[in-house]
Every structure is written in structure tokens, then in C-alpha cells.
């Protein structure tokens, strides 16, 4: 496969990198006209993209479309798609991957980008299909017969993260009756506090873990099957699994169940494959399921246009580069305007850092002096309004803002006070903390003055149904990967989280007393020893 350049290198950089000099005003007259509000708006699966409060005119779009073009931004998410094999670093030992959770949905087209993927994911929503239905009809019961209503999802990391946002997103959809919980700390009080809630009698155990050894995963499982043993069930009539085919947990003896997740997709990327769809399918039904993943394939899809306009991932991620390596802002905050998105910053905070966190490009060499991924981070709105919006505002530091909200609410119970309804209520905070940032407003009190111009954009849908849900999902992967692929990094390892898994292993040797004698010298070891010793006692 073709080699791809760094960006400093790319010809349309230094163009770029001179407007930069001197960015759209957005508290300037006439900035935010009527005309401009309607031009700077792109539309896809669902979703408005109003991006007038961007500091960007139509001089650094054309530069952002040719930066798109010349560093290949769409062939290589069509080669992706297809699978290419792009989880690699040139020269040098990496996973040497293809990179396809896009085929986990999809499985709505004639001849999907993938055909060999997408037909695994078809077999594993088959057999999830079936297992739904067996729930249903009362052939897979308790020992007594009874219903399984409940489920604890136990994974942590991308196991974790991706389908607890989507599960939460997503609760207005839930089927009556059924209920799910989480575990994912290795904090004994994570599984104690969800263990005090359920009646194990009628539970599934739903373990989730690619690699099958995951630390806090098999802990917590262990936990849980001594929990079951107590109360004199068999964990083997209780518990699931979802893994990689081939691992330490694909076990047919151990598990009523074994679904698969495949290694070319990565556990950030993976809320779609069964890593997902099998708690959301349980809590949700498989309709529901179907509707998320449609939703995503649609996005999807949109990714692949080549035009700019025509593209909201990758104008989204592109309108990112701009804040980011031209503009030089250190971090990106995603404000939700939906308690039901609550959780979705922290997915995307590990699928955009753990992705785009990288300091070597794909050749192995260092990236610098060009900065890579963000610092992202986000809660929902109102609530951020009274906690950290001071900074928003007149903070020394400039935090593009991506806006996330819906005309109407998901349950459709509002009530009308003072002449708005709550949702109403909620759209105007967040169109007016659009306005606010850009504009700015003077005073002759400095301490009453907005300075304005901090960067920001909306996204804007109907409602949080499922299958948008899937393509809010689908956008901000496809987002991570464009800007990846512009940074000319890896997205898809995840290298820096090794260090600290290996030393924490060796800490418990210490802690469990071993190596004491080791206790000599100024090396690390013995620091660890130390640490080691003053947790112990
Ligand atoms: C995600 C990472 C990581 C992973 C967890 C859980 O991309 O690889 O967050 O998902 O470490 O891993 P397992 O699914 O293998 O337990």
C-alpha cells in the first residue's frame, strides 16, 4: 500500500498554515450573518453540521478540501472499508491488521464494502437472533424455568466504554421488564454495589473481552461465579461470553453462550459487534439493534463522499485539524445537549485519545514538531453551564466547542412553562452558548467581558433515536480516522497502555511478598518494592 507523507509536507500545508495567520473574525460586523449561518451548514444521516461559528471562510475550506485530497483523506477510508490492512507501523513489529468494524454494519447493501467480515457479523446478529428469540420464548430459562430478565455487562476499556454510552443513550428504547448493569472497575465495590441490586437467580452475565485475559474482566467474572456458587447455582446456566474466536474464554463448557468479535476490529471501534449488540440486543430487542446499525452504515457511507460538503465526518474532522495544528488549540470539548448522552464524551474520550494519542507516524518516525491528537473532554449542558463554561468563555485558553443537540426530546413528556417547553428550553441554552462564544460582547467593566471568537459548531438531529444514535457513533469513529490519517499516525494501536499493565503485574508479585531481596540499589525495581511495602502496610 501506498505510503502516505507527513503532513508539514503535504503542498497545500504552507498555504494553510499562512491563513492561519490570520483567521475569520467571528466577533467581527456582519460575521455571523443570516447568509453565512445558512451557507456553512452540511447535512448527512440524519444530521445538521451548522459550522458559521467556525473561524473559517471559503478560502480555508478550498485549502481544507485540497489538504483532504492531497493526503488521500477518502481513498483511504474506501481502502479501510475494504480491508486493507492499516493497523501497521512501516519497518517495525506492529499488530499488522485490517481495521473493519464498519463491516459489523455493514449488512444492509446488496454487496458490502467487505464481503468475507461483513458475512461474520452476519452469522454472529444470526445466532444473536436466535438467542434473543430462545429468551423470548422461554426456551432458554433458570433452573426453575423462569425468566432471565436481567443482564450484568462485565468488560472494561472498549469493552466497556463504547456500549455503556450507546446503552444509556438508548434507555427510552428499552424493552419492559429487563434490566442491565455494568461492571468494569477491578474495585471490589464496582461488582459488590451491582451484585447488592440483582436477584442472580434470574441474571445472564454477559462477559466481554477480546484478548480473553483482561485482568479486570476474568476478576470480576471469577467474583461473580463465586456469588453464583454461594447461592447454590451454576454460573455455567448463567454466564455468556463475547471474545475473540480462539481465546482463553472461548469456551463452550464454561459459557451457555459464545458470541465473536473478530481481531480487525479494535476495541474502541467495536460498540457495533457483538462487544455491543449483544446487551443491546438483549435490553432492546433486536429491531431496535438493527436500527442503530443501519444508522451507522449510513454514516458510514457518507464518509465516502469525496466532497467536502458532501462529506460531515470529514468535514467535521477537518474543521478539528484546523482548531488543532493550525490554530493550535490543546483540547476539544463535546457538549451534549441530551442527559441521555451522558456517558458519550467518556467513550469518545477513549476512542479519539487512545486513537489519535500517538507520537510516531506510520513510518516510525517522531511526529514532531506537529502536534497529534487532542485533549478531548465533555459532560452534557445544561449542567456544564454552572460548572465549567466560566472557561468556555473568558478563559485564557480557547476550547473549540462541538455541540451536540436534538429538536425534540426522546420520551416526548415535556410540560410548557412560562410559555416553553423544557425541551425548548434546553435547544435555546445551546443555540445561545453558540452565539455567545462567537460574538463575544464588550464592556467597559473588563471582568464583564466576553471576548468572543472561540471556535464552535452544532450538530443538530430530530431526536436520540436509535438509528440515529448509530450514526452519531459511526461519525465520530470515522472523525478519529480521518484525523488520523491527516496527522499520518496509526489510530487503530494502542501501544501506551502496555507500560503500566506490565509494572502493575509486577507490583502485585511484590505485594504477594515476592523478591523481597531484591530490595538493593537506587533501580526501579526497588522503587516499585517501596511502593509495594507502603500499600501493604
Ligand atoms: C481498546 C483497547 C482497550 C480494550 C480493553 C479491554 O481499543 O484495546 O480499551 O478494549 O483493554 O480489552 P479486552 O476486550 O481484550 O478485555
Partial sequence: MKRWQALTEVPVYPHLAGLAQQPFDLTSPGALAPARMQQYCCSAAGFDLLYATQRVNDEVLAGLQELADQCGLVEQFRQMRRGAIMNRIHGFASEERQVLHTACRDLFADNPA?????????????????????????????????????????????????PRSVYEALRAYKRPGRRVF????????????????????????????????TLETLTNESLIRRA????????????????????????????????????????????????????????????????????ASLMDLAAEETGLQQNLPLLLALLGVWNHTFLGSATV???????????????????????????????????????????????????????????????????????????????????????????????ANLLAQSLAMARGQ?????????PGNRPNLILLADRLTPKI???????????????GFCWNINSFDQEGVQLGKVLAGRVLDLMRGGREKDDVGLSPEMTLIKMAKMVRE
Wanted: proline share 4%; aromatic share 8%; glycine share 12%.
Fill in 182 to 213: 455494568f461492571i468494569s472497575n477491578v474495585d471490589p465495590d464496582d461488582a459488590a454495589a451491582v451484585l447488592r441490586q440483582v436477584n442472580l437467580a434470574s441474571t445472564l452475565v454477559n462477559v466481554v473481552s477480546k484478548s480473553g485475559t
Fill in 333 to 427: 470539548a463535546v457538549l451534549p445537549y441530551s442527559q441521555a448522552l451522558h456517558r458519550f464524551s467518556a467513550h469518545l474520550q477513549q476512542c479519539d485519545m487512545e486513537s489519535n494519542g500517538k507520537s510516531v507516524s506510520r513510518s516510525g518516525e517522531s511526529v514532531a514538531p506537529l502536534k497529534t491528537g487532542p485533549i478531548l473532554w465533555g459532560e452534557p449542558g445544561t449542567n456544564g453551564q454552572h460548572a465549567f463554561y466560566q472557561l468556555l468563555h473568558q478563559g485564557t485558553e480557547v476550547v473549540p466547542v462541538e455541540f451536540i443537540g436534538f429538536r425534540h426530546s426522546q420520551y416526548g413528556e415535556d410540560l410548557e412553562i412560562e410559555g416553553s417547553t423544557s425541551q425548548q428550553k434546553l435547544v
Fill in 114 to 162: 467487505e464481503p468475507v467480515a461483513s458475512g461474520q457479523a452476519g452469522r454472529e446478529m444470526a445466532k444473536l437472533r436466535t438467542f434473543l428469540e430462545e429468551l423470548e420464548n422461554g426456551s432458554l430459562a433458570n433452573a426453575q424455568g423462569d425468566p432471565l430478565d436481567t443482564m450484568i455487562h462485565v468488560g472494561i476499556g472498549g469493552s466497556d466504554l463504547g
Fill in 469 to 483: 444514535m448509530g450514526a452519531l457513533l459511526a461519525l465520530y469513529e470515522a472523525k478519529i480516522v480521518f484525523q
Fill in 228 to 295: 453464583f456458587e454461594g447461592q447454590g447455582l451454576d454460573p455455567a446456566r448463567h454466564c455468556i461470553a463475547v471474545t475473540g474466536e480462539g481465546s482463553p474464554m472461548d469456551s463452550p463448557v464454561r459459557y451457555l453462550r459464545s458470541f465473536y468479535m473478530f481481531d480487525y476490529i479494535g476495541g474502541r471501534y467495536s460498540s457495533s459487534s457483538m462487544v455491543g449488540t449483544v446487551m443491546l440486543g438483549f435490553a432492546l430487542g433486536i429491531e431496535v439493534v438493527l436500527e442503530f446499525l443501519e444508522g
Fill in 442 to 450: 464588550e464592556n467597559e467593566n473588563p471582568n464583564r467581558r466576553f
